[in-house]
């Protein structure tokens, strides 16, 4: 699992917890909703603020939270 799969998994797992969709996270980041979907879909790549932008919306204190779920070893293997 790459990276970018890692963080599309984390997004799918924590909107589904919070019964929220694609499209209500993008527009609380302040992101075209078609944009976000390409990112989810691997036609663009995540970046540092866009991930910022989402841990709280998503669930994590900080994106220092969100960043240490998303490099956590057993996650990355799972």
Known sequence: MDSSEIVVTTVRVQLAKQNKTQKQ??????????SFSRLMVGKR?????????????????????????LSTPTFVAA
């Open 25 to 34: 996270l993008a527009e609380e980041i302040g992101m075209d909703p078609t």
């Open 45 to 69: 790549d995540w970046t540092v603020k866009i991930l910022d932008k989402m841990a709280r919306p998503l669930g994590f204190h900080s994106s220092a939270a969100l960043f240490k779920i």
